[in-house]
Structures are given as structure tokens and as C-alpha cells.
């Protein structure tokens, strides 16, 4: 009977603290109307059974047994959503309870009071249970209708716990059982206020862990109970009794805090071990990531501490390109995801991981099922969105962030488990996230990328700049032109040539500007379905003629019948001619200048199905490792008459295509140039039908070499 009063205490608190929560929210509001009426229709229960079968005490229970299944379903309904159950359902359990309470209140003015009738009493006993019954069907209808995998599993725990509750309740009436339903009505209540103030559903590990700690500060309360009460063999002293409770729940509520952390942590140490091991490896790994600097060092760990913890069957790490336009995986356990995710292509998933810092599949399955009356674009954003997590293979995504920006994410998954990541664990890799977070900040790769910002916008300056500069050039040309002796005139003194120097000067200076302002201005230029190797052949024919001098050999490996590409020829002329020219330079003594076409099978998934190659590759003087970097940047260059704007605009030129260019090179060993283009999958498609009627023995690259002079 004690236990009745435990479940009253209970009833109380954590209707009090589900309330106290948020008191705005209407499901908190009644889960605590529910609470507060099993807790004071338990309390009314233990005060009357020791009273006789008339008293106002039993009749109170009655009363307030009478208002449990309307409470009840208002509080599921509110809690699983409209279609749980369907409103009929509570208009009729509305009216039995009018009814019953019409009748109980009859009593107070009968002499022969209706509710000491045993009838009566057996029927008011038929309506509660099957009320309750119908909250309990309410969970097993949602259970059916839900189609994620993982609320599933956690709402059969809610609908087992609920059946069980219910059922030992009702036994508790039958006077040969054993009395088990305060127990579970004390635990269940405790177990729903959990799963309301976490705002999901908890998980088997996670229900287990709170309900062992939970009957461990019953059994403690009970004890305390129980010592209080052996003075109190006849239990007639009502008003100390009152006392003792009140001493015992002050008692559980000063301890309650401190012990049950205490609780929480020796059980998950003896029941979860597994759970308890993640937690020590993440600090240990927290604390040996301060020392880490470099992203090499960084990602093994990561990965080894992530897979010892035995939590992970597949984990990932993805870092952000130095141009920003992807995220590369540079390291993985378990299967090999997608290696490259485009920054355009998966916006959304990006900027939702930057934003919240963790996307999870369970959690966008909730958001899927709650817009899953409506078509249109929102729901079409998150089914890319699971698309994405799907391409990376995780169930749950970590934002590795910088200062805002999404420097990299980290990916897990854990397919022998069922369930997924608890939340305790997903705030755990939270912290991993963060710690790598700080890592790459004071790595190269963010000092590449601040360095790409401060670029971008200088040379935004610098466009500006240059237009400005080639005005007063023309006026100064202008000039000088015009006071140039005219032909035929005794020449100046030195005057004549001074002027020439100035035209000269003002030409080149005209040149780089203009150059310069081709690189800034982005032109795509006239594209159209290109032969790439004619394009190839006739610009080394052009170059040929020009360094007739030079004691290059060029060698052509051009692979014949590749698909054709969209491109503009002259602005491809103009790659392939900065990038030969280089290569000439590259060779003041002479060599050999091989120029190679062929076609590369994409990785990518989404993007171009091929890429076509043109690979120009030099025996020159090579690039030193630390001009490798610079390459690309505007005004980089080693000669003395160089602008440093040739591979700028290059480069430009390819992206502008949709490709990129490669470089590889040893100093003193030569580079080499790789230009990709990518290749449309009509053109590719026709081009492997093509390919399958050529014997293996055809497919030769046709080569052209020409000597040196
Ligand atoms: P520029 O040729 O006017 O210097 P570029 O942008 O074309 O400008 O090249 C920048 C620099 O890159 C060159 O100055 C040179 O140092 C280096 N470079 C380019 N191509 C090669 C090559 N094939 N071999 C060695 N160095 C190269």
C-alpha cells in the first residue's frame, strides 16, 4: 500500500518538473494534468483503504479515478499527433465520465449512496481500464503508422511499458496477485516525463539506465520510509504519518540530485560498459587532439579512436577544398563512401550542417514524416538532403566548423546497432567535432583559405585599379606620338628614341592591364561541340613556326576518335598555348615537349560522366614546392619579363568549362600540366558505343612527332 503513496510522490514530481519545464507548451500541460490526477487519485486511494467501503475518502478516489481515461487520451493524443486516435473515441469517454460523475455525486444526497454498490463500483471499474486501454491502443496505432525505423522500435518500448502498467494496475484489484501496478505506474510516468523533456523518444540503453536508477532511489525512499515507520506499528496516527512523508520526500529531493548523478554513473560504468568506454576514449582523444596540428597527424587518430570506441562501424572525415567548391574525404573506416562532395550540388545538406552543427537521419526522418501530406519544395530539399547522408554513408553528420564556416564534417555509423546515437552520444561527438574544429583553424588549410578571401578581394581592388590605369595610358601613348618627329625629319638628338621607350613601355603596360582585366572579367565565351585534338594540333603547328629556334622536340600522343567537348577554340587555343609557351621557357637549353589526349572515367557522381585530358608535359627546370602553391595567383612569376598572369587566366578560362588543370612537378625534373574538360554523358554515351565496335587491338593513340630544328 506504501507504493501507492510513492507513485502519488512520484505523480507529483515529475508532472511538477515536466511543467516547470515549459509550462508554455500544451503537451508538458497535460502530461502534468495527467500526472496530478493518477498522483492525487493514488493518494486518495492509499488515505482510503484502510476506511471502511462508504467513507468520503473512497468516494474522492472514485472521483478522481473517474476523470484518468480523459486525461489520459488528451495527454497521447496531444503528445503522438491527430491521427493517433480518432476524436468519437473521446466524445464517448467524455460523456461516461459525465455520466459516472452524475452519479457519484448523487451519493452525497442518497441515503443508500450509489457508489457503496458493488454493480456500480465494477462498472466505474470497466470504464477507467478500458479509457486507459484506449490510450495504450492510441500508441500501438501510431506505432503501425509510423514508417521511420527507429521511432518505431521506440515507441514499441512506450507501447509495451504502457500495456503493462495498464494490465498490472488491473491485477492489483484481484486480491491473490501481487501488487505490482504502483511500481510500474511510478516507473512508466517517470519513463514518459524522460521522453517528453528530451523531446524524442529514449532508446532501450538509454530507458534501462534511467529505470535501474530510478528503482535504486524508490528502494532508497522506500527504506527511508520504512525506517521512519517502525515506531508507527498502528497506523490510526494519520497526522504523523503525513509528517514522515513529508520528512522522506524532503529527504528524496535533498539527495535526489547529487545521488542519482552518482547512480547514473556507477550504473552506466556496470550495466554499459560499451557506452562508458566511448566516453573515456573521446576525453582521452579530446585531450590528445590539443597537441595535434597537423591534419595528417589529425585524422588517423580520429578515425583509430573513433573505431576502438566500438560505437562506429563507419566513420569519415571530409575537409573542405582550397578553393572552397568541395569536400574532400581524406581518411575513412569501414567502407569507402563518396569521395568528393560538391559544394553547389549539396547546398542545402551544407548549409542545414553548418547552421544546426549535426544533421542525423532520424532526425530528418521526423521532419519527412511531418511534412509528409505536403508535395513541393521543402520536402524535396530534405529528401537531397537524405540523398547527401545516403552519398557519405552516415547516419548521423558533425560539423567541423571555423569562425561560421564549414571547414569539414565528420561522418558516423553504427549498422550492428539498431538504434541510433543517443543524444548523450551524439553531444559527445559534438565535442570531437569542435576539437577538430580548433585544429584545423590553426592549420595550413584555414590559412589557405583566409589567404583565398584576402585574395578575392584584392583582386577585386585591383580590377578597379587597372581600369583606371588604362585610360591615362591612352592619353599618354597619344602623346607621345604625337610628338614624334615625323619620318623624314632630322632626328631630336635622343629625343626620338626616348619617345619610342615611352611607346613601348605604354604597349606593355597596356598588355598586362588588358590581360589582367580578361582574368578578372569572368567570360564564358562562345562554347560549342569541339575536336579537341585538332584544336591541339593546329596551336603546336602555330607554336612550331613561332620557336622555330628552340631546340624543343615536340611529341603529340593524341588519342583518336575521343567524344567531342563544349568549349570556345579560341579560348582553349589561348590555354594550351600559355601552358606550351611555359613549358618553352621552362627549357632555355632545349627537350622534349610531350603532348598527350585521352579520356578520364569520372568518380563523380552527378557530374560529367568523363573528363577528356590534355596532358602537356615538359623536361624543363621543374617548380620548386613552395612556387607550387603560388602558381595560380595573380602576378606570380619568375622571369623578368613574365606578368605572372598566363596560368591565372588559364585556369579561369578552364573553370569557366566546368574543369580544372593539374600540375605535378620535381625541380629539376620537369612538370607537367594536366587540363581536364569535362565531357557531356550524350557525347560519352555515344562515344562507348562507338569504342564497343573497335577491336582492343585498334584503340592506339595516333602520334605525330615532330623533329627538332
Ligand atoms: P608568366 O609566364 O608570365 O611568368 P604564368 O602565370 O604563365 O606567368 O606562370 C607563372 C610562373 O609559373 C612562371 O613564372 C614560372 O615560374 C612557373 N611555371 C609555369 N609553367 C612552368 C613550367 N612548365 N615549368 C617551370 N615553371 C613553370
Not at 602576378?635 to 613574365?642: C, D, H, P, S, Y
Request: proline share 4%.
Amino acid at each position: 500500500m506504501l507504493s501507492a503513496l510513492v507513485a502519488a510522490i512520484v505523480g507529483l514530481a515529475v508532472g511538477g518538473a515536466v511543467l516547470l519545464r515549459d509550462p508554455r507548451r500544451s503537451v508538458h500541460v497535460l502530461f502534468a494534468t495527467f500526472a496530478f490526477n493518477v498522483a492525487v487519485q493514488r493518494l486518495l486511494h492509499f488515505l482510503g483503504s484502510t476506511q471502511e467501503s462508504g467513507s468520503l475518502l473512497r468516494w474522492a478516489a472514485m472521483l478522481a479515478a473517474v476523470s484518468l481515461p480523459a486525461t489520459a487520451q488528451r495527454f497521447f493524443r496531444a503528445f503522438l499527433g491527430d491521427e493517433a486516435g480518432p476524436p468519437p473515441m473521446s466524445r464517448i469517454t467524455l460523456a461516461g465520465a459525465v455520466v459516472l460523475y452524475l452519479a457519484l455525486l448523487s451519493s452525497l444526497f442518497l441515503t443508500t449512496p450509489v457508489h457503496t454498490n458493488q454493480w456500480f463500483y465494477l462498472g466505474l471499474l470497466t470504464y477507467v481500464f478500458l479509457g486507459l486501454y484506449l490510450s495504450v491502443y492510441y500508441l500501438y496505432r501510431r506505432y503501425r503508422r509510423t514508417p521511420s525505423r527507429v521511432e518505431k522500435i521506440r515507441l514499441l518500448y512506450l507501447l509495451i511499458g504502457g500495456l503493462a502498467t495498464v494490465t498490472a494496475a488491473a491485477l492489483d484489484l484481484v486480491p491473490w496477485m501481487p501488487s505490482l501496478g504502483n511500481i510500474l505506474i511510478t516507473i512508466y510516468l517517470y519513463f514518459l516525463s524522460q521522453t517528453l523533456v528530451r523531446y524524442r523518444l529514449l532508446d532501450l540503453n538509454e530507458l534501462l539506465g534511467r529505470m535501474v536508477v530510478l528503482a535504486a532511489l524508490a528502494s532508497i525512499a522506500t527504506l527511508i520510509f520504512g525506517l521512519l515507520l517502525i515506531k508507527l506499528v498502528d497506523l490510526n496516527e494519520i497526522g504523523l504519518l503525513f509528517l514522515n512523508a513529508l520528512i522522506a520526500s524532503t529527504a528524496i529531493i535533498i539527495v535526489f540530485e547529487p545521488l542519482r548523478a552518482l547512480l547514473e554513473r556507477v550504473v552506466n560504468r556496470w550495466m554499459f560498459q560499451e557506452k562508458y568506454e566511448l566516453f573515456r576514449r573521446i576525453e582521452s582523444l579530446r585531450t590528445d587532439l590539443m597537441n595535434v596540428i597537423d591534419v595528417r597527424d589529425l585524422v588517423p587518430r580520429v578515425l583509430s579512436a573513433l573505431e576502438d570506441s566500438r560505437r562506429v562501424t563507419h566513420a569519415s572525415m571530409y575537409i573542405v577544398d582550397p578553393d572552397g567548391s568541395a569536400y574532400d574525404l581524406i581518411g575513412h573506416v569501414g567502407p569507402r563512401p563518396e569521395g568528393r562532395i560538391d559544394a553547389v550540388a549539396h547546398r542545402g545538406f551544407l548549409e542545414r550542417l553548418r547552421r544546426a552543427g549535426v544533421v542525423s537521419v532520424e532526425g530528418l526522418e521526423r521532419e519527412l514524416l511531418a511534412l509528409r501530406n505536403r508535395q513541393g519544395e521543402e520536402r524535396e530539399a530534405l529528401l537531397l538532403v537524405v540523398r547527401a547522408l545516403e552519398l557519405v554513408n552516415g547516419s548521423v553528420v558533425l560539423a567541423i566548423l571555423g569562425e561560421e564556416q564549414l571547414l569539414g564534417m565528420l561522418v558516423l555509423r553504427d549498422e550492428r546497432l539498431r538504434e541510433a546515437y543517443s543524444s548523450e552520444e551524439i553531444e559527445l561527438f559534438r565535442s570531437v567535432a569542435a576539437s577538430i574544429g580548433v585544429t584545423l583553424q590553426n592549420s595550413q588549410i584555414y590559412e589557405r583559405m583566409k589567404e583565398r578571401d584576402r585574395l578575392a578581394a584584392l583582386g577585386q581592388m585591383a580590377a578597379g585599379l587597372a581600369h583606371e590605369i588604362r585610360n591615362p595610358l591612352g592619353s599618354i601613348k597619344g602623346a607621345a606620338q604625337y610628338l614624334q618627329p615625323v619620318e623624314g625629319q632630322q632626328p631630336e638628338g635622343s629625343t626620338r628614341e626616348f619617345l619610342g621607350i615611352i611607346v613601348e613601355e605604354v604597349d606593355r603596360l597596356n598588355k598586362i592591364v588588358s590581360q589582367f582585366l580578361d582574368y578578372a572579367r569572368p567570360y564564358r565565351g562562345e562554347q560549342s561541340p569541339l575536336d579537341v585534338n585538332d584544336v591541339v594540333r593546329k596551336t603546336l603547328n602555330l607554336i612550331e613556326r613561332e620557336r622555330s629556334g628552340s631546340h624543343v622536340e615536340i611529341v603529340m600522343n593524341l588519342l583518336d576518335g575521343l567524344p567531342p567537348v563544349r568549349a570556345d577554340a579560341q579560348q582553349l587555343r589561348q590555354v594550351i598555348l600559355n601552358l606550351t609557351l611555359n613549358a618553352f621557357d621552362a627549357m632555355p637549353q632545349g627537350g622534349r615537349l610531350q603532348v598527350t589526349t585521352s579520356l578520364r572515367r569520372s568518380t563523380r557522381r552527378g557530374a560529367a560522366a568523363a573528363f577528356l585530358e590534355i596532358r602537356i608535359r615538359d623536361d624543363g627546370i621543374g617548380i620548386p614546392l613552395a612556387d607550387l602553391r603560388n602558381l595560380f595567383i595573380p602576378f606570380f612569376t619568375t622571369k623578368e619579363k613574365g606578368t605572372g598572369l598566363g596560368l591565372p587566366i588559364s585556369q579561369r578560362i578552364i573553370e569557366n568549362h566546368g574543369g580544372t588543370i593539374e600540375v605535378r612537378s620535381q625541380p629539376g625534373s620537369g612538370a607537367t600540366f594536366t587540363v581536364l574538360l569535362p565531357v557531356e554523358a550524350d557525347a560519352y554515351a555515344s562515344y562507348a558505343e562507338a569504342r564497343k565496335s573497335v577491336p582492343p587491338g585498334m584503340r592506339k593513340p595516333t602520334s605525330a612527332t615532330v623533329s627538332p630544328k
